[in-house]
């Protein structure tokens, strides 16, 4: 990568001011660093943004769906489906509750699940369905309901939140889609169940962090769904931290023996900010995705389109595809890449090629065209602290990576 001046350009670096650090410092000198009131403004904030009634936070998107499922009363019997094409996540909640993993292709040249045989896996034991939607873009919901309805004479309830939906529920894995839009519909209004991550590389960020919203027009107990997802983070307890300030209300009940996954104070501080700062934020992603776009479209890389008539993505990851090539010149391209100074990665290794799932019964060669998704792709940078030369150092530096590997 000689013909030109290398770089340093990171993968995802969190975009952090001087704003998040002081209200950081400012919950740590309030002498309230655990759950407690930045917490609950974090929570309302939330369900406000996206226009739902409630929004409960934990420490990970993966705490929300597991928990998400646990208050369902999915569990040894069931099965639930998701995407062969995602992170590990998606599938290992279904499994930590003791359900059946059931893993669904890929369409052919598509990120998403191939509907048709999704429609295809649900059985009178499927109780909910794990949509993934990869890069901030929000999958087809009205298919993915249509094929729920269609199959509703299988659905079995197990118990009373079952029977209230009296079908299989969508629980949307949408760790990268905060904000994102369809059919004029926030990410989080679509899907029953709606899980978020604030990991350090996502959109909006508390450095660990997560949230789950639930849609408004369903008939559920909003105050009953959140308590339950309190009870089941912090051990079951019938009091947190907080109601135990009030004078004389030291005493609680253990309801359950539960878990350990709430979120602080101190990282709902940052994520206030983080919050208070979105939408500058995604609107600087549209630009370098428009950027890369227009760049690559002239060097035949395919990419996941983010944006449309009536869907907006959240630009967390751009996806790249390179025509005609395989796993090894892909990795090749990605070591150029490195040598040039920019941190590229792979989205995703699907889940059947890996040691725990193969051990799961698992076959990659069940899944032919999620392994051609992943054979050719490339992720590219995407972060606020790009500039536009940075975008045109990388589009360059792609272009003469992949001249060296494919003209060899």
Not at 104 to 130: G, R
Not at 276 to 283: D, I
Not at 286 to 311: P, R
Not at 358 to 370: E, H, Q, R, S
Request: glycine fraction near 6%; aromatic fraction near 10%; include cysteine.
């Amino acid at each position: 990568m000689n013909d030109i001046n290398i770089r340093n350009i990171p993968f995802s670096p969190p975009d952090i001011t001087d704003q998040e650090i002081e209200e950081v410092i400012k919950a740590m000198k309030s002498g309230w660093i655990t759950t407690g009131p930045r917490t609950k403004e974090f929570e309302r904030r939330i369900a406000e943004y996206i226009g739902v009634n409630k929004a409960a936070c934990l420490n990970s998107a993966t705490a929300a769906m597991e928990l998400t499922l646990r208050i369902l009363g999915v569990g040894p019997g069931d099965e639930v489906i998701t995407s062969a094409y995602t992170y590990t996540a998606s599938a290992s909640v279904i499994d930590h509750v003791g359900a059946k993993i059931v893993l669904v292709d890929t369409a052919p040249d598509s990120f998403e699940m191939d509907y048709e045989k999704l429609k295809d896996a649900i059985t009178e034991k499927t109780k909910v369905i794990i949509p993934v939607d990869i890069a901030g873009k929000m999958c087809d919901y009205d298919t993915i309901y249509r094929v729920v309805e269609g199959k509703k004479e299988l659905f079995k309830a197990n118990n009373k939140i079952q029977e209230l939906f009296n079908r299989i529920i969508v629980l949307a894995d949408a760790a990268h889609a905060f904000g994102a839009e369809q059919h004029e519909l926030k990410c989080g209004q679509v899907a029953d169940f709606t899980s978020f991550s604030f990991h350090a590389v996502k959109n909006v960020t508390t450095a660990e962090g997560g949230a789950v919203v639930w849609r408004s027009d369903l008939g559920l107990d909003d105050e009953w769904i959140y308590k339950q997802f309190m009870l089941y983070s912090l051990h079951g307890q019938s009091k947190d931290a907080l109601a135990k300030t009030q004078k004389g209300a030291w005493e609680y009940d253990i309801v359950y023996p539960a878990f350990k996954c709430n979120m602080t104070d101190i990282l709902a501080s940052f994520g206030l900010i983080q919050l208070s700062r979105y939408e500058g934020l995604m609107g600087r992603r549209k630009i370098i995705i428009e950027a890369y776009d227009k760049a690559l479209s002239q060097i035949a890389v395919e990419s996941l389109v983010h944006y449309g008539e009536d869907f907006a993505s959240t630009g967390h990851l751009y996806l790249a595809r390179i025509p005609g090539i395989g796993e090894v010149e892909r990795n090749e391209i990605i070591i150029k890449m490195a040598e040039a100074g920019i941190a590229t990665n792979v989205h995703y290794k699907p889940l059947p090629m890996f040691t725990a799932y193969k051990n799961l019964g698992f076959d990659i060669k069940d899944y032919p065209n999620a392994y051609k998704q992943y054979a050719n792709e490339i992720t590219l940078p995407l972060h606020t602290l790009l500039s536009d030369d940075d975008v045109e150092y990388v589009c360059e530096s792609l272009k003469i990576a992949m001249g060296h590997v494919l003209n060899r």
